[in-house]
C-alpha cells in the first residue's frame, strides 16, 4: 500500500455508513474503518442523521417503520460518492433490500436504487473500488474468519477480506470449515429463539476451536458479538475482532468481550 | 404469549436436548448436504437448468388452468378420470369413496406428502381399510405412530437400532435372533413383509413428482422400487398429486427431473424413476385396470398471482431442508407441520392460515442458505419475512415485543434522541461491567445471556467519541 495520504482532498467522499451495533458497542470499528478508507485515498465523513439500517423492523415484519429508517438513511448519504459500512449485513439491507423496500415509493424508489449502487461492505469497497491489495498492518498469531451470511450470500463477498488480511505481516488465515454456515445470530432471532440460535452457535463454536487459531476474524458485529459470547461463556482462550480492527493494526484494545484487564 | 408460540418453543427445546434426534441430525451433513454439492459440482449446466426449470415452472403456474385441462383430457383419453378436491377433505372423501367403490380392504401406498397433508391414513383406517405404507421410511414411521420429519427422508430423526427394536416388536412369527444391525437387514426384513401386502392389496396409492400435461404422465423417483409394485401390481390405481406438480411436457420433465435428484439425494438420477400414463393396455404384462387421479387444491390456487405464488415453484426436494441451521439443530417434528423447514415454514401458512403456526416464519435467522441451494431459485427468506409482516399487521406479536420494537423505531426515527438515549445506554452499561468486558446476566437481556455472555460496550458511543474528535480538531 502506498504511503497513507493524510487527508486526501480529491479522493471520493464517502459516508461512513457506522452501524448501530459499532456506534454502540465497538467504537473503535469505525475507527478503523476510517483509517483504512482514507489510507486507501477516500476523504470520509460521519452524517450524524443515521442511527440504524432498520433491520430490526424490517425483519419484524414492521414495514411502516423499515420504510420511514430507509428513507431517513437515503437522504442522510446523498451527498456522497460511496457509502461504507462495516457490515455486510447493513450494506445487504442498503444495497438489496431498500430497493425492494421502495420499488413503489414515488419518491424514494430511484433514490433507493442511486444508493443501492454507491454502497459497499468495508473490505470490499477497499479492493474493489478502492484497488486496494494490502494494507500496512501487522498482526502476530493464526485467526480464521467467519462469513457473515449476508456478505456472502447477499453480496458475494468472500475474497476482499480474505486478500486483505493475507497481507498482514505475521497473521496466518487457518480456513473455517463449514464457513458457509449462520453463526445463529439472525438480528432478532437471537432473542426471540435463543435455544435454538444457541444451538447453532454452537456447531460454529466448534469449528472456530477445530482450527486452533488464536483469533476468529469476521466483517459483522452481530456475529462477533454472537461468536464472542459463546466463546466468553465457555471461557475459551481465543479473541474475537473485527477484521477492520486488524487491518488497520488497531489491536490494541481488548478483544470483543475481553475484560479491560486483559489487555 | 399465544399457545402455539409455547408449543413450538417447548417441541424445539426438547428436541435440542433428544440425544438420539441430534445424533440422527448429524446424518443431514453428511449425507445429503455433501453429497448435493458433490452432484452439482459434476453438472457444468445446473445453473442454467436451474433458470431452465423456474421458467418452466413459472409459465406453467402462470397458465395452471390450461395445463390442468390438457392433462385431464390425455387422462380420459387414456381410460382414467381426474378428480379435482378443493380441499383436504373433499380429498379425503374421493379417495375413501373410490375405495368403496372397488370394494377395497387393503391399500398399498407409495410415499406422498400431499397424502400426509390430507391425513388420508386415518381417514381410510377410520372407514375399516387397512393402510400399508410401503416406502421403508414412511412404513417405519407408520409403525411408530409418527409423521415423517423430512420430506423425502421420513426417519431421518431415527437410528438404525431404534428401527430394529421396532421391527422385533411389530414383526411377529420371526426368529428373535435374526441378525437386524446393518440397514441391509433392516430393509430385507420390510421387504419380504411388504411385499406379501402388494400382492394382496386391492387398491395402490402414489403420489406425483410431476404430472405431464403432454402425455398424461405421472412421474414418481424412488430409490427402493416400492412405487412402481404399488402402482401395477393392485387393480385399482389412484395418484394423488397438488395442482402445482404439472408441468406441461415430457422434455419439461425431464429437465426437472436433473435439477430435483440432484438437489434432494445428490444423486444425478434415482434408482427408479417411473412413468406411469393411464391403465393396462391390451399386452401389457400387468398394470392396473382402473386409474384415478385426484389433483388437490387446498389453498394452492389463492396463492396464485400473490406474495407466495413463487412458493408453488417447489419440486418438494428438501434441499432448503437440509441446509436450513434451523432444522439441522431441531428437525422436522418440532416445526408441527406436514412440511418442515424453509419450505414448510412458508408453505404451511399458506395453506393453513397463519394462525397457529405464526412461529414458522419467525424462527429462521434469514441466513439465505435456503434460497441459495433452492434449485427453483424460491425466494425463501423474502416469503418468510413476507409472512411476518403479516403476523406484525395482524397484531399478533407479543405486546412486550411490539412495545420494544416500537419504542426503538421511534428513537431511531429522530437520530439526535437517539445518540443522546444510546449515550446514556451504553454509559450504564459501561458502568454496570465494571471493566469485565462482558456480562453473564443482565436482567433486561435474558433472553441473550440464556445462552450467551453479553460482550460490553467500549464506554462511549462511537457518535460521542466522533464529534469529540470533530471539536478538538477545530
Known sequence: MSPAPEAATDGPLV????????????????????????????RVEVPRAQACCGQPAYNSGDRDDAVAIARQVIEAFEPFDYVVAPSGSCTGMLKVHYPRLLADDPRFAERAKTLAAKSYELTSFLVDVLGLSEVEASY?????????????????????????????????????????????????????????????????????????????????????????????????????????????????????????KSR | MAEATISFKKAASEALADGELQRALQNVKTGFVAKRAAAKSRLPEFEALRAEARA?????????????????????????KVHFAPTAADARDIVLGLCHDYGAKLVAKGKSMVSEEIALNAHLQA??????????GEYIVQLKGEAPSHIIAPVIHLNKETVAADFRRAHKGRLTSRRLSDVQDLVAEARSVLREKFLVADVGITGANLLIAETGSSVIVTNEGNGDLTSTLPRTHIVIASIEKIVPTLEDACTILRLLCRSATGQDITTYTTFTTGLRHEGDPDGPTAYHVVLLDNGRSEMLGGTFQD???????????????????????AYGSVYPGPMGAVLTPALQ??????????????????????????????????????????????????????????????????????????????????????????????????????????????????????????
Open chain 1, 15 to 42: 459516508g461512513l455508513f457506522v452501524t448501530c451495533l459499532v456506534d454502540l458497542f465497538r467504537p473503535s470499528v469505525a475507527f478503523a474503518a476510517i483509517k483504512l478508507l482514507e489510507a486507501g485515498g477516500a
Open chain 1, 140 to 260: 502476530e498469531g493464526t485467526v480464521t474468519y467467519h462469513d457473515s451470511c449476508s456478505s456472502l450470500r447477499e453480496l458475494h463477498i468472500r475474497d476482499a477480506p480474505r486478500r486483505l488480511l493475507a497481507s498482514v505481516t505475521g497473521l496466518t488465515l487457518i480456513e473455517l470449515p463449514e464457513s458457509e454456515i449462520c453463526c445463529g445470530f439472525g438480528g432478532t432471532f437471537s432473542v426471540k429463539y435463543p435455544d435454538i440460535s444457541g444451538a447453532i452457535l454452537d456447531v460454529k463454536l466448534n469449528n472456530i476451536l477445530d482450527t486452533e487459531a488464536g483469533a476468529v476474524l469476521a466483517g459483522d458485529l452481530g456475529c462477533l458479538m454472537q461468536i464472542a459470547g459463546g466463546l466468553s461463556r465457555e471461557r475459551a482462550k481465543i479473541e474475537v475482532r473485527h477484521v477492520a480492527e486488524v487491518l488497520a493494526g488497531m489491536t490494541d484494545m481488548p478483544a470483543i468481550a475481553a475484560s479491560l
Open chain 2, 56 to 80: 418452466i415452472k413459472d409459465h406453467t403456474l402462470t397458465h395452471l388452468d390450461l395445463y390442468l385441462e390438457a392433462y385431464e383430457s390425455k387422462i380420459v383419453e387414456s381410460g382414467g
Open chain 2, 127 to 136: 372407514a375399516g381399510i387397512e393402510v400399508v405404507e410401503t416406502d421403508l
Open chain 2, 311 to 333: 412458493m408453488l415453484r417447489c419440486i418438494r426436494c428438501g434441499a432448503c431442508l437440509n441446509h436450513c441451521p434451523v432444522y439441522g439443530a431441531i428437525g422436522g417434528h
Open chain 2, 353 to 474: 392460515g397463519l394462525d397457529h403456526v405464526r412461529d414458522l416464519p419467525n424462527a429462521s435467522s434469514l441466513c439465505g442458505r435456503c434460497e441459495e441451494v433452492c434449485p427453483m431459485s424460491i425466494p425463501l427468506p423474502s416469503m418468510l419475512r413476507a409472512w411476518r409482516e403479516r403476523d406484525f399487521t395482524e397484531g399478533k406479536r407479543s405486546r412486550a415485543e411490539r412495545l420494544a420494537l416500537k419504542a426503538w423505531a421511534f428513537a431511531a426515527k429522530r437520530p439526535g434522541l437517539y445518540h443522546a438515549l444510546a449515550a446514556v445506554g451504553v454509559l450504564l452499561l459501561t458502568r454496570l461491567a465494571g471493566g469485565r468486558g462482558r456480562f453473564t446476566r443482565l436482567a433486561f437481556a435474558k433472553p441473550w445471556t440464556r445462552v450467551r455472555d453479553l460482550p460490553a460496550p467500549e464506554g462511549r458511543t462511537f457518535q460521542q467519541l466522533y464529534a469529540k474528535m470533530q471539536k478538538d480538531r477545530k
